[in-house]
């Protein structure tokens, strides 16, 4: 089965700094001195897409959305 | 021992209110801890809002019993319609009605916290913002109707309820940062304001004499039967 590549989008204005995201998802996710994600690019690895969606619900802010990976 | 062999239902009820109450409380705590950003060095952050979550569903569960050995109990005539429609219960029709209206309020925001994705968050959390009266209204249903309210160690579990609630929301307005000082006091002060007026209210009504009896009589003249 052939899953279409995804990738995490991240609301800059909506994002809150709970950092809640970078615990459920630190393969792609770290924070910074403030505690705001910085995203390492690309599209999420094939194993990772569960984590990424833990992250996205968990987010106190909704401040997170998966998208298909373009091209 | 009998009795609560006799009357498995009724004692359901007592026990599944009391442990809902708890379990509503812990979950208004990390609530609160959730949103002030606490962030205990050997939890996650995620874990606490797991929790929040994971024990407030707990407390739904709990509920259901409450509610459900409540009706199933055939001694005092509640009836379905007053489950969802506050103050329709013939057996203490203002007591009962507040539990109704908690577990209303409690619904909306269980309802709005499924559908959170979808409504957006400012919406979601104008609702969500009703769990601290949802809660308050809780504590009065319990201590206005519940039969073990004059209980010595049932009086300090609201104690520590009311205790911690009450010190979470003080904490959370003290560190929210400046600016709204008005808005901040006068939190601060209705908070402090209800739960003084809970423990008038437990002084005048549920501790002075003849409680079981006025709980009953402001709705109706023919006087129910006592459960103790």
């Not at chain 1, 950092?19 to 910085?38: K, N, R, S, V």
């Not at chain 1, 897409?49 to 998966?66: K, S």
């Not at chain 2, 009450?166 to 402090?192: E, F, M």
């Not at chain 2, 209800?194 to 002075?208: D, E, H, K």
Request: with cysteine; hydrophobic share 50%; charged share 15%.
């Amino acid at each position: 089965m052939k899953r279409t590549a995804r990738r995490l989008v991240i609301d800059r204005i909506a994002c809150t700094g709970h950092g809640l995201c970078a615990e459920l998802f630190p393969e792609q996710l770290a924070l910074d001195d403030w505690g705001y994600p910085i995203q390492s690019p690309g599209p999420i690895a094939g194993g990772d897409t569960r984590h990424a969606q833990r992250a996205v619900a968990a987010c106190p802010a909704l401040a997170m959305r998966l998208e298909a990976a373009r091209g | 021992m009998n009795a609560l062999f006799n009357d498995p239902l009724w004692f359901t009820t007592r026990a599944s209110g009391t442990v809902a109450f708890g379990l509503l409380t812990v979950t208004v705590v990390l609530g609160v801890a959730g949103v002030a950003r606490y962030a205990p060095a050997r939890m996650g952050r995620f874990e606490v809002a797991a929790l929040h979550r994971n024990i407030s569903l707990l407390a739904l569960a709990v509920l259901g019993v409450h509610i459900g050995t409540a009706l199933a109990d055939s001694f005092v005539p509640i009836g379905w319609t007053a489950v969802v429609v506050p103050f329709l219960s013939p057996y203490r029709t203002t007591w009962v009605g507040l539990g109704t209206l908690a577990f209303d309020l409690l619904l909306a925001v269980y309802l709005t916290s499924a559908v959170r994705l979808r409504i957006g968050q400012r919406r979601w959390k104008a609702v969500h913002l009703c769990s601290y009266g949802a809660w308050a209204v809780a504590l009065f249903h319990a201590a206005g109707t519940g039969s073990d309210t004059r209980l010595g160690l049932q009086i300090t579990l609201y104690s520590v309820c009311v205790a911690v609630v009450l010190a979470a929301i003080l904490w959370r307005l003290y560190t929210v940062g400046p600016g709204h000082l008005a808005a901040r006091v006068g939190l601060a002060t209705a908070s402090v304001a209800t739960v003084a007026g809970f423990y008038g209210f437990l002084a005048a009504g549920p501790l002075a004499p003849n409680w079981s009896h006025r709980a009953q009589q402001a709705q109706s003249t023919e006087p129910m039967g006592e459960r103790r």
